[in-house]
Protein backbone atom coordinates (compact mmCIF):
# COMPACT_ATOMS: atom_id res chain seq x y z
CA UNK A 1 0.00 0.00 0.00
CA UNK A 2 1.70 3.23 -0.92
CA UNK A 3 1.40 5.97 1.47
CA UNK A 4 1.90 9.94 0.74
CA UNK A 5 2.68 12.43 3.32
CA UNK A 6 2.91 16.31 2.23
CA UNK A 7 4.88 18.75 4.19
CA UNK A 8 5.84 22.14 4.39
CA UNK A 9 2.90 24.40 3.89
CA UNK A 10 1.72 27.53 5.68
CA UNK A 11 1.03 31.26 5.49
CA UNK A 12 3.13 33.15 3.59
CA UNK A 13 2.62 37.09 1.80
CA UNK A 14 2.72 37.87 -1.81
CA UNK A 15 5.41 37.53 -3.08
CA UNK A 16 7.23 34.67 -1.08
CA UNK A 17 8.47 31.31 -1.87
CA UNK A 18 7.75 28.27 -0.74
CA UNK A 19 8.89 24.44 -1.04
CA UNK A 20 6.23 21.66 -0.56
CA UNK A 21 7.74 17.93 -0.16
CA UNK A 22 5.95 14.49 -0.22
CA UNK A 23 7.23 11.90 0.85
CA UNK A 24 6.32 8.13 -0.52
CA UNK A 25 6.35 5.04 1.30
CA UNK A 26 4.98 1.06 1.00
CA UNK A 27 6.82 0.99 -2.72
CA UNK A 28 9.59 1.66 -5.34
CA UNK A 29 9.55 5.15 -5.58
CA UNK A 30 11.25 5.63 -8.89
CA UNK A 31 8.13 3.26 -10.32
CA UNK A 32 5.87 6.35 -9.85
CA UNK A 33 4.74 9.36 -12.16
CA UNK A 34 4.33 12.21 -9.27
CA UNK A 35 1.85 14.72 -9.79
CA UNK A 36 1.27 18.02 -7.72
CA UNK A 37 -2.85 18.57 -7.19
CA UNK A 38 -4.38 22.06 -5.56
CA UNK A 39 -7.56 22.58 -4.79
CA UNK A 40 -8.72 26.02 -3.46
CA UNK A 41 -11.99 26.61 -1.38
CA UNK A 42 -15.47 26.35 -3.38
CA UNK A 43 -13.46 25.37 -6.44
CA UNK A 44 -12.55 22.33 -7.99
CA UNK A 45 -8.93 20.12 -7.73
CA UNK A 46 -6.94 21.47 -10.46
CA UNK A 47 -3.68 19.99 -11.79
CA UNK A 48 -0.40 21.90 -10.71
CA UNK A 49 2.56 19.91 -12.23
CA UNK A 50 3.84 16.32 -12.52
CA UNK A 51 7.34 14.77 -13.34
CA UNK A 52 8.53 11.81 -14.92
CA UNK A 53 10.00 8.40 -12.38
CA UNK A 54 13.20 9.55 -14.26
CA UNK A 55 12.78 13.36 -13.59
CA UNK A 56 14.05 13.96 -17.08
CA UNK A 57 10.16 14.99 -18.22
CA UNK A 58 7.77 17.62 -16.50
CA UNK A 59 4.75 19.40 -17.21
CA UNK A 60 3.05 22.59 -15.58
CA UNK A 61 -0.40 24.20 -15.62
CA UNK A 62 -0.06 27.46 -17.30
CA UNK A 63 -0.97 29.39 -14.28
CA UNK A 64 2.08 28.04 -12.38
CA UNK A 65 4.54 27.50 -15.26
CA UNK A 66 7.90 30.06 -14.72
CA UNK A 67 6.61 30.17 -11.15
CA UNK A 68 6.92 26.58 -9.62
CA UNK A 69 8.91 24.23 -10.10
CA UNK A 70 8.68 20.03 -9.27
CA UNK A 71 12.00 17.69 -8.66
CA UNK A 72 11.96 14.17 -7.20
CA UNK A 73 14.94 12.54 -5.44
CA UNK A 74 14.44 9.20 -6.08
CA UNK A 75 16.92 8.18 -3.36
CA UNK A 76 14.59 9.83 -0.31
CA UNK A 77 11.58 9.18 -2.12
CA UNK A 78 10.22 12.85 -2.11
CA UNK A 79 8.78 15.02 -4.70
CA UNK A 80 9.25 18.51 -4.36
CA UNK A 81 6.93 21.44 -5.27
CA UNK A 82 8.96 24.65 -5.21
CA UNK A 83 6.96 27.97 -5.31
CA UNK A 84 7.98 31.11 -6.23
CA UNK A 85 6.32 34.68 -7.08
CA UNK A 86 3.40 33.12 -4.95
CA UNK A 87 0.17 35.16 -5.21
CA UNK A 88 -3.05 35.38 -3.01
CA UNK A 89 -4.48 33.02 -5.97
CA UNK A 90 -2.27 30.17 -5.48
CA UNK A 91 -4.04 29.68 -2.22
CA UNK A 92 -4.97 26.58 -1.97
CA UNK A 93 -4.46 22.78 -0.11
CA UNK A 94 -1.99 21.07 -1.73
CA UNK A 95 -2.20 17.73 -2.63
CA UNK A 96 0.75 15.09 -3.94
CA UNK A 97 -0.42 11.80 -6.24
CA UNK A 98 0.87 8.89 -7.49
CA UNK A 99 0.67 6.80 -10.55
CA UNK A 100 2.51 3.58 -11.23
CA UNK A 101 4.55 3.29 -15.19
CA UNK A 102 6.82 4.41 -16.76
CA UNK A 103 4.19 6.38 -19.19
CA UNK A 104 3.71 10.15 -18.71
CA UNK A 105 0.62 10.91 -20.48
CA UNK A 106 -2.64 12.38 -19.06
CA UNK A 107 -0.66 13.55 -16.48
CA UNK A 108 -2.84 16.47 -15.78
CA UNK A 109 -5.71 14.17 -14.85
CA UNK A 110 -6.82 13.90 -11.61
CA UNK A 111 -8.31 10.25 -12.10
CA UNK A 112 -4.27 9.07 -13.35
CA UNK A 113 -2.94 8.66 -10.52
CA UNK A 114 -3.76 5.63 -7.76
CA UNK A 115 -2.77 7.66 -4.51
CA UNK A 116 -3.13 10.84 -2.89
CA UNK A 117 -2.21 12.65 0.21
CA UNK A 118 -3.64 14.04 2.57
CA UNK A 119 -3.05 17.89 1.72
CA UNK A 120 -0.85 20.11 3.02
CA UNK A 121 -2.16 24.28 3.44
CA UNK A 122 -0.90 27.18 1.65
CA UNK A 123 -2.29 30.70 2.37
CA UNK A 124 -0.89 34.09 0.25
CA UNK A 125 -1.70 36.77 2.16
CA UNK A 126 -1.70 40.42 -0.02
Known amino acids: QVQLVESGGGLVQTGDSVRLSCTLSGRTFINYVMGWFRQAPGKEREFVAA????????AYADSVKGRFTISRDNGKNTVYLQMNSLKPEDTAVYFCASVFGTAFSDYDLARTYDYWGQGTQVIVSS
Open 51 to 58: IHWSGRMS
